[in-house]
């Protein structure tokens, strides 16, 4: 069968915030020079901000840069931080650290708690509204290359095929986009980033990238607990010292709260649940108040790039660029990466431009990384990058004294002259399971904890049942051979959607995959000790499709 195909100026796979940022930016310039330029936005999820989960308290620089009238065209930044809070947690206690001690670099001042999935569904709205051609529910399956390696673009999935690869009634061959750039915006372990990375050996000179998990869930609570734009970070309980993580409770408008919990993924006991640590969290005396009398709306959880500038691959190789969190922009400690996600979007519309502008086609754009590294977006890296390896290195408490002590001298403009290292990629920490403490965790009560398949019916989630898995073991031996009795099968836990659990027949185990309740967070590729786990996209519009988070 011949493929259909479809060219295009600039194609952009992934509809999240630089992915849009990009494509805006791209029609803003084109407007001003008085040019056309087709853009093109892929979107896997079924519509803009399906699959898009984050906190999220913004940092609105990016936005004012991109769309200065932003609240004339009714953005949906609602709900200004009016108040921060930082608490560490024992098991049964909790301490305030005072808003003195806590670094410039991380107030929330003149921030936003948004839902960022409405935000992009906003922002796909003015990209249209510039001409952008969005197609949602689209999954890029495969870069294109041409004959000296150059990117081209992508070929999208098939729609239709049954679970042994054969046609169905209505199968629809995957098409062909082309461009003459193509943007990556795939988010946190991009598949297609992937295979970028080792086509063009685009981590040869970086770090390897550190993961985090977060959990989210919208609450409707009690109207008299309800204090719209507080914010609320925890570190401590419920994990110990040496894992990584912490909390977050935004009061939204409307009697809603944003409870989340992130777990780094470098942790080293094979028995931890990332999803039970989460539903242990809301049960402390300081958390479970807030949440008792109220409702649980929705759930989800995503993986996050944690690494910062030293996990930063090459930006650019031949007829394409890696932008927003599948390059992986996010400051740590500041919890937030949108507004450096939007700006190295625009940065890279306009290093598009420019060499559109001069009909310089498939070139490697090192303009673009070097307008990374001149701007606002290397700076606020820059000041926090000991932070992360900090952490890993000594630990939650002395880990956050250095990593305080080094923002707080960056925000007198003092930078210490070294930048440490993270080591190990997360797959490589595990321990074996029998030198590690079993954790038993507590039974969900059904008022604030809540078990695996409850919660996935709340992200839902759908993927059309007779299709090819797209979650892939590379060697169907290992999870009964190696994974099972050295890491006690950790699979089970590390999911946050119960795709994995090991079942048995007459006594002979081994690994069932439920790929329908896959929440594309991607943990998966990321902790499997021996990344015998593919996390490959699934037909287009498959997966969660989050409302508002």
């Not at 935000?119 to 796909?124: D, E, I, N, Q």
């Not at 986009?177 to 981590?203: I, M, N, P, V, W």
């Not at 009398?293 to 030293?310: D, F, I, M």
């Not at 930048?419 to 969900?444: F, R």
Request: hydrophobic share 35%; charged share 20%.
């Amino acid at each position: 069968m011949q493929r259909d195909v479809m060219n295009y100026d600039v194609l952009i796979v992934g509809a999240g915030p630089s992915g849009l940022s990009a494509a805006i930016r791209i029609k803003q310039l084109a407007l001003e020079q008085g040019r056309e330029i087709n853009v093109c936005v892929l979107e896997k999820g079924a519509e803009v901000g399906a699959h898009i989960l984050s906190g999220a308290v913004i940092d609105p620089i990016a936005l004012n840069e991109l769309i200065p009238d932003w609240k004339e065209k009714g953005a949906p930044l609602h709900t200004p931080v009016t108040d921060d809070r930082f608490l560490v947690l024992s098991e049964e206690k909790s301490f305030d650290i005072p808003a003195k001690l806590i670094p410039p670099l991380m107030n929330n001042h003149g921030n936003y708690i948004v839902s960022l999935g409405d935000v992009c569904r906003w922002l796909g709205e003015q990209a249209e509204a510039l001409g952008v051609e969005i197609y949602p529910g689209f999954s890029a399956a495969e870069v294109i290359y041409d004959e000296a390696g150059v990117v081209q673009g992508v070929i999208t999935g098939d729609m239709g095929r049954d679970k042994e690869g054969h046609e169905k009634p209505g199968f629809a061959l995957g098409m062909e986009l082309r461009a003459h750039y193509t943007l990556f915006a795939e988010g946190a372990r991009g598949s297609l980033t992937k295979d970028l990375t080792e086509h063009f050996q685009l981590r040869a000179l970086s770090e390897p990238q550190k993961f985090g998990i977060g959990f989210k869930e919208i609450w409707q609570i009690e109207p008299e607990k309800s204090k719209p734009g507080s914010v609320m970070h925890s570190q401590g309980w419920p994990l110990d010292n040496s894992t990584g993580g912490g909390s977050f409770i935004y009061h939204l408008k409307e009697n809603t709260v944003a409870i989340g919990f992130v777990v780094h993924l470098n942790y080293s006991n094979p028995h931890l649940s990332p999803f039970d640590e989460f539903q242990r969290f809301k049960t402390h005396p300081a958390i479970r108040p807030l949440l008792e009398g109220g409702k649980r709306l929705s759930y989800g959880a995503r993986a996050l790039t944690e690494g910062g500038l030293q996990s930063i691959p090459r930006l650019a190789f031949p007829g394409g660029l890696l932008i927003g969190c599948t390059a992986g922009f996010m400051n740590v400690p500041r919890i937030k990466g949108s507004h450096n996600a939007m700006k190295s979007g625009m940065l890279a519309a306009e290093a598009v431009v420019e060499a559109l502008a001069q009909e310089s086609f498939g070139a490697t754009l090192e303009s673009y990384p070097d307008k990374i590294r001149n701007s606002w977006i290397w700076k606020d890296l820059h000041a926090v990058r000991n932070v992360k390896p900090a952490l890993s290195r000594f630990g939650n408490i002395l880990g956050s004294m250095y990593g305080g002590m080094e923002m707080w001298l960056a925000s007198f403009g003092i930078t210490t002259p070294w930048t440490l290292s993270h080591g190990k990629a997360d797959h490589e920490c595990l321990k074996p399971a029998a030198a590690c403490p079993k954790i038993t965790y507590p039974k969900p009560d059904g008022v604030v904890s809540f078990d695996k398949l409850s919660s996935v019916y709340l992200t839902n989630v759908f993927h059309e049942e007779d299709q090819p898995c797209h979650l892939v073991l590379r060697d169907q031996s290992i999870p009964v051979d190696i994974n099972l009795p050295q890491y006690d099968a950790p699979e089970q836990r590390y999911c946050p959607a119960g795709v994995y659990e090991i079942v048995t027949n007459e006594g002979n185990p081994r690994l069932q995959i439920n790929a329908s309740n896959c929440i594309h967070c991607k943990t998966c590729d990321i902790k499997d000790p021996l990344q015998n786990i593919n996390w490959r996209t699934p037909e287009g519009g498959g997966g969660p499709n989050y409302v508002s988070m």
